[in-house]
């Protein structure tokens, strides 16, 4: 029997992203369905009702959500090919402990780089970006990936936030190339890859969409 | 394996090592303990261990550092496989880990939030906190524990933190036990695991705990 695989999603989101990365990674077919996030559909609200977020995964009408959990759930059904998490539990901990610290900072720190009203915040959430950034930068290392010679779990976690580089360069005025060159390189060898070209928005549509909402905050 | 070969740096109220050290009861595996004081003075071995955080737990296998509390207690069950605290399907994993990351956004901050209040803000505390263990009640069904007839990952994670809830309970004025009853059943029926009842502190500590935190932060 087929597997019948439906993501419900945003195109700018890179959570949503990560999901896509790791389906393309295996190899899978699947249905998207667009959100409006200002309207959303029964479907969301009936397959993810604790949270009402996206992203959703919905695996023959069984829904998954968080989506790094959906990420893992993918790596274990299908794990024919592709692994992203090792097979070693210290180093399975160490890579669920870095993805988990791409979610605990960088999506907060660079929310007030872009939507925040106040030049402080916003000058505050650059400083933390880049550090977390640098930090990132030094547990990779020399290594090709986040999973050492193979892209694997972390790299997932963090790649989709590089077509949002864009925006925050152009809105915090900073570039993220000069501040972490290995990581910006780190990100194009990612975008080699097929799974992750195909699954990354645009960064101008990006920087377009992201344009939108502040005007629609006020603050541009 | 030897005791020197598992660290854990503890602190004795923090529900979060409370844990790691049910996990590690509940795989019948032994361990060095050393108790940190979080509050007077960290020690070099936890500064450098996690360098990240700063914060315990950190379990040290065979001097190499892991960090945050449900990565330790999943890595604890995947180095030590029996009995296993995750389900085995896929799903059911997703699941288990869905309501993991649940209980890691709402139940501590959640709670601390009352005591932390003043006013108004109290009962907008309570009322979203007895909403959550609602919610987790929901969850747990007719089921004994969160992880079926044994203790599971969901059941490690959250029993802890109730050791924490005489205190919400004294401060927002008013009882579990009345509001989800099914919820302090739960509590109850862990609490008569010898290696809940062994690795958690009583909840009078933890309230004198309390105490001295909201002089810290200026409240008495």
């Given at each position: 029997?087929?597997?019948?695989?439906?993501?419900?999603?945003?195109?700018?989101?890179?959570?949503?992203?990560?999901?896509?990365?790791?389906?393309?990674?295996?190899?899978?077919?699947?249905?998207?369905?667009?959100?409006?996030?200002?309207?959303?559909?029964?479907?969301?609200?009936?397959?993810?009702?604790?949270?009402?977020?996206?992203?959703?995964?919905?695996?023959?009408?069984?829904?998954?959500?968080?989506?790094?959990?959906?990420?893992?759930?993918?790596?274990?059904?299908?794990?024919?090919?592709?692994?992203?998490?090792?097979?070693?539990?210290?180093?399975?901990?160490?890579?669920?402990?870095?993805?988990?610290y791409v979610d605990k900072k960088l999506y907060d720190t660079a929310k007030k780089i872009i939507w925040s009203t106040k030049g402080e915040e916003q000058e505050t959430g650059k400083k933390e970006f880049i550090e977390c950034l640098k930090l990132l930068e030094g547990e990779l290392g020399d290594d090709p990936y986040f999973g050492g010679e193979n892209f694997g779990f972390v790299d997932v976690s963090?790649?989709?936030?590089?077509?949002?580089?864009?925006?925050?360069?152009?809105?915090?005025?900073?570039?993220?190339?000069?501040?972490?060159?290995?990581?910006?390189?780190?990100?194009?060898?990612?975008?080699?890859?097929?799974?992750?070209?195909?699954?990354?928005?645009?960064?101008?549509?990006?920087?377009?969409?992201?344009?939108?909402?502040?005007?629609?905050?006020?603050?541009? | 394996?030897?005791?020197?070969?598992?660290?854990?740096?503890?602190?004795?109220?923090?529900?979060?090592?409370?844990?790691?050290?049910?996990?590690?009861?509940?795989?019948?595996?032994?361990?060095?303990?050393?108790?940190?004081?979080?509050?007077?003075?960290?020690?070099?071995?936890?500064?450098?261990?996690?360098?990240?955080?700063?914060?315990?737990?950190?379990?040290?296998?065979?001097?190499?550092?892991?960090?945050?509390?449900?990565?330790?207690?999943?890595?604890?069950?995947?180095?030590?496989?029996?009995?296993?605290?995750?389900?085995?399907?896929?799903?059911?994993?997703?699941?288990?880990?869905?309501?993991?990351?649940?209980?890691?956004?709402?139940?501590?901050?959640?709670?601390?939030?009352?005591?932390?209040?003043?006013?108004?803000?109290?009962?907008?505390?309570?009322?979203?906190?007895?909403?959550?263990?609602?919610?987790?009640?929901?969850?747990?069904?007719?089921?004994?524990?969160?992880?079926?007839?044994?203790?599971?990952?969901?059941?490690?994670?959250?029993?802890?933190?109730?050791?924490?809830?005489?205190?919400?309970?004294?401060?927002?004025?008013?009882?579990?036990?009345?509001?989800?009853?099914?919820?302090?059943?739960?509590?109850?029926?862990?609490?008569?695991?010898?290696?809940?009842?062994?690795?958690?502190?009583?909840?009078?500590?933890?309230?004198?705990?309390?105490?001295?935190?909201?002089?810290?932060?200026?409240?008495?």
């Open positions: 029997m087929a597997d019948e695989i439906a993501l419900l999603s945003t195109w700018p989101s890179m959570f949503g992203m990560r999901v896509r990365v790791a389906l393309a990674e295996k190899g899978l077919k699947y249905e998207y369905r667009e959100e409006d996030l200002r309207n959303k559909s029964p479907l969301l609200l009936l397959m993810n009702p604790v949270h009402k977020k996206i992203p959703v995964l919905i695996h023959n009408g069984k829904p998954i959500s968080e989506s790094m959990i959906i990420v893992e759930y993918i790596d274990e059904v299908w794990n024919h090919k592709s692994p992203l998490l090792p097979t070693d539990p210290f180093q399975r901990a160490q890579a669920r402990f870095w993805a988990d963090l790649v989709t936030f590089s077509c949002w580089f864009h925006t925050f360069e152009s809105y915090g005025n900073f570039s993220i190339e000069t501040e972490c060159p290995k990581l910006v390189a780190w990100t194009k060898r990612c975008l080699e890859k097929e799974s992750v070209s195909s699954s990354l928005a645009d960064p101008h549509k990006i920087h377009d969409f992201a344009s939108g909402v502040r005007k629609r905050l006020g603050i541009e | 394996m030897s005791k020197q070969e598992l660290l854990l740096l503890d602190c004795g109220v923090s529900p979060f090592c409370g844990r790691v050290r049910i996990a590690l009861a509940e795989k019948g595996v032994e361990y060095e303990s050393k108790e940190e004081n979080v509050l007077g003075g960290k020690s070099e071995l936890l500064l450098s261990s996690n360098p990240v955080y700063k914060k315990v737990p950190v379990l040290l296998h065979n001097g190499k550092p892991l960090c945050e509390s449900s990565i330790l207690v999943q890595y604890i069950d995947e180095a030590w496989p029996s009995p296993p605290l995750l389900p085995t399907s896929p799903y059911e994993r997703a699941q288990a880990r869905f309501w993991g990351d649940f209980i890691e956004k709402k139940v501590f901050d959640g709670g601390s939030k009352i005591w932390k209040s003043k006013g108004e803000e109290i009962e907008v505390a309570k009322k979203e906190f007895i909403e959550t263990l609602k919610q987790l009640e929901g969850t747990l069904g007719d089921k004994d524990f969160f992880g079926g007839e044994n203790l599971g990952f969901v059941d490690i994670l959250l029993i802890p933190l109730t050791t924490w809830f005489y205190a919400y309970e004294k401060f927002g004025d008013f009882k579990v036990e009345e509001e989800c009853p099914k919820f302090s059943t739960w509590v109850k029926r862990c609490k008569q695991r010898e290696n809940v009842v062994k690795a958690l502190p009583e909840p009078e500590v933890v309230y004198e705990v309390v105490l001295m935190l909201r002089k810290m932060h200026g409240f008495e």
